[in-house]
């Protein structure tokens, strides 16, 4: 079963299928170089070192996101149980990495409601005011008017999707699902 962008379970399932593909291209690499060894002529070795070389840069896209989400893990299925229950008022996403110039916001679970977005971070370093900002100026840019909200303590998060009413109450014009697909856009 696929699992993506947005859906319970994707960071950890991203990140090892990026581990997966590391191994793989490095085992590309091993071997060519491996076979320069072996080659007789010079040229044949020359070809199989750059060859391994420009290998190398496809590693690194693979690698850097790699490294820099690496800490950020899926949360446990008890949280996940716990959320799932509001997704009939709300547009619910999981487990996303928002980057912005200059922070990763890893966050846990997203509410995308007409009301605004709701997102629950439990990452202490982050500067939820400076976040806020760069999201909601991200989602000026788009054209939407949602107003963006991080909570860090999951008993804030929960009183606010509480006082939420059924999207089905109110008059659909797109707006959530572009949120949505604008909040994935920003994710790793």
């Not at 002529?41 to 840069?57: G, P, Y």
């Not at 496809?58 to 299925?77: F, G």
Request: charged share 25%.
């Amino acid at each position: 079963m696929k699992i993506e962008k947005g859906q319970y379970g994707y960071r950890n399932r991203r990140k090892r299928n990026h581990v997966i593909c590391i191994l793989v291209v490095g085992a590309v690499i091993l071997l060519q170089l491996g076979a320069r060894l072996i080659v007789k002529t010079e040229m044949t070795r020359t070809i199989l070192t750059v060859t391994a070389i420009l290998t190398v840069l496809p590693l690194a896209n693979v690698a850097s996101p790699l490294l820099a989400s690496w800490k950020y893990r899926t949360p446990d299925e008890d949280f996940y149980h716990r959320m799932k229950r509001y997704e009939d008022r709300c547009q619910m996403l999981y487990d996303l990495i928002v980057t912005t110039k200059e922070q990763i916001i890893p966050v846990d679970a997203a509410s995308v409601h007409p009301n605004g977005v709701c997102l629950y971070c439990p990452e202490t370093k982050l500067d939820t005011a400076k976040a806020e900002a760069a999201l909601n100026q991200m989602f000026a840019a788009n054209r939407l008017q949602l107003h963006i909200k991080i909570f860090r303590d999951e008993h804030g998060f929960v009183r606010r999707l509480d006082s939420l009413r059924p999207m089905s109450e109110y008059e659909d014009d797109g707006t959530v699902d572009y949120a949505v697909r604008t909040l994935k856009s920003q994710s790793m």
